[in-house]
């Protein structure tokens, strides 16, 4: 049963997420502009980071402020040249990441939602003409 009070951590739980960081990070690892923006050369830290933030985000356990603080996310992708094409390449891997790891509504179109609008807040860079 679905009712409005249930969270998406609720409704796909821990395995969800796991799923859902597999996905994208296959995606990422392939990906000509994102892949160099990763400092580490192992994915597998930063996989870890976005898995445990975003279970925190949805409702889930809140490990990720008691290993990294407060997330500040703007200010952490600082660092990196974030354009609308960055941006865009991560949305358009976020969201098949959720159709490869069966995500299903409402799930789905809650964290679409959110991913939407958090990715166009992290942009700080603007393409050239
Ligand atoms: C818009 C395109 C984005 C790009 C190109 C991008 C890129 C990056 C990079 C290169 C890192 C450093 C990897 C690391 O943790 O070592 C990072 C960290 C992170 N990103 Fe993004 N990101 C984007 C959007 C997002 C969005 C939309 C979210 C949340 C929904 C997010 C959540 C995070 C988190 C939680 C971390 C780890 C922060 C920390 O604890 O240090 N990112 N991102």
């Known amino acids: 049963m679905t009712d409005s009070s249930q969270t ?15 996905a994208f990070y296959r995606r990422v690892a ?17 996989a870890r980071r976005l898995r445990l933030f975003l279970e925190q985000f949805f409702g889930g356990p ?9 997330p ?8 990196f040249r974030i354009d609308q094409a960055a941006r865009d390449s991560w949305v358009q ?6 159709d490869e790891a069966g ?16 990715a166009t807040h992290m942009i700080n860079t603007i393409m050239p003409e």
């Open 8 to 22: 998406v951590y609720d409704l796909i739980g821990a395995a969800g997420f796991e799923r859902l960081i597999d």
């Open 30 to 46: 392939a990906d000509p502009v994102l892949r160099p923006m990763y400092p580490e050369g192992d994915l597998a830290p930063a």
């Open 62 to 70: 809140r490990t990720y402020n008691d290993e990294r603080g407060h």
């Open 72 to 79: 500040r996310l703007r200010m952490r992708h600082n660092p």
């Open 93 to 98: 891997h976020m969201l098949t990441a959720l």
């Open 103 to 118: 995500i299903a509504d409402p799930a789905r179109g809650m964290m679409q939602d959110y991913f939407e609008r958090t």
